[in-house]
């Protein structure tokens, strides 16, 4: 039996909202209802887009009664308590990362959720990217044999601005929360976090005491060790790659060329482009993806959607990690 589309209210049209909300227009799945935005021009410039009711009022747009979901890509100090809000009126939520940047308000919302039965995703897009999930796939098919050592690489091509750096809640929680999520996505049974940090290049990182640049060294109950490695520039581009090593082998994923073509000559061999775009050009398939699942989710069907707690977990280990660098001490962590 043909189902109708998911009526989709989208608050928040900011970058990642924009992104979204073309997922929503091309997915024959999905339909966008509702958009709300305080910046109401934001609103509308979305709804001529690709159609829908614009809003100034989040509120109105979750006690419409014309919608079936609410995607909250608003900034994240609003998240908590448009989830509550969503929540309590019964409409599955898919909001983007981090829940809070204060584990607190984290913990206060949980038994609401967990007590409605109100399905609520959290936008780890990484985990719907086909490499990574391939390389989970044969992991769970003995390719590799146990993993021993992970190692995820996430560099972005800038730095971002410093009034960006004031809000984000550090690196940690801002870059780093996305890594940890699929560090857990590999290997679930983290008992304690070690972080290094440095400010080797950012003012803005300086300025705010944030850092540029980072090592995390996760460690599970089964003795596996997940290194995550960023840094807030890279000359190269967009550099997105993990590794996976076992006793009977080792899984790798690359970064996305932009271009197959390389040149050699008297200077160079094989020179090829840098690594293209920015997350989201990499992750475009990936947040589609993200969709298609989320929507599974609100219809009731099997569905691998980060969870509540899992958007718990990565906050967690992004606290443990802000403290381990801070003080120089491995910090130990109950998920």
């Keep these: 039996m043909t189902q109708n589309p998911v009526r989709f209210g989208l608050i928040g049209t900011g970058r990642i909202g924009q992104v979204h909300a073309a997922s929503i227009a091309v997915d024959p799945e999905a339909t966008l209802a509702w958009v709300a935005d305080p910046f109401v021009a934001g609103a509308e410039d979305i709804v001529k887009r690709f159609g829908g009711i ?55 919302l949980r038994p609401l959720v967990q007590s409605s039965g109100v399905p609520v995703a959290l936008g780890f897009n990484r985990r719907f990217d086909s490499n990574f999930r391939e390389v989970r796939t044969r992991i769970e098919a003995g390719d590799i044999g146990d993993v021993e050592q992970l190692t995820i690489i996430s560099r972005d091509p800038v730095a971002p601005p410093a009034d960006y750096v004031k809000v984000s809640g550090g690196i940690f ?8 999520d699929l560090a857990r996505f590999f290997l679930e049974d983290i008992v304690s976090v070690s972080a290094t940090g440095t400010q080797t290049f950012d003012a803005g990182a300086r300025e705010h005491g944030d850092f540029d640049t980072a090592v995390t060294t996760l460690r599970t109950a089964s003795g596996a060790i997940a290194t995550i490695i960023n840094s807030r520039h890279s000359a190269m581009g967009y550099d997105q790659r ?39 050009e990499r992750y475009a398939q990936a947040y589609a993806t993200e969709l298609a699942e989320f929507i599974k989710l609100v219809r009731g069907e099997a569905s691998t959607s980060p969870t509540f707690d899992d958007g718990r977990a990565a906050l967690v280990l992004a606290d443990a990690a802000q403290r381990s660098a801070t003080e120089g001490v491995v910090v130990s962590v109950a998920l």
């Design 54 to 108: 614009a809003t100034a009022s989040p509120e109105e747009l979750i006690a419409s009664g014309e919608i079936d979901a609410v995607l909250i890509a608003s900034p994240t100090p609003t998240h908590v308590d448009l989830i509550a809000a969503s929540v309590k009126a019964g409409l599955p939520v898919l909001c983007e990362k981090p829940i809070d940047l204060d584990i607190s308000r984290v913990e206060a």
């Design 173 to 180: 929680r801002d870059m780093t929360i996305h890594d940890f």
């Design 242 to 280: 993990i590794e996976a090593f076992g006793a009977k082998g080792m899984l790798q994923v690359a970064n996305a060329p932009i271009s197959l073509v390389s040149r050699s000559s008297a200077d160079a061999v094989d020179a090829k482009p840098a690594f293209g775009g920015f997350f989201l």
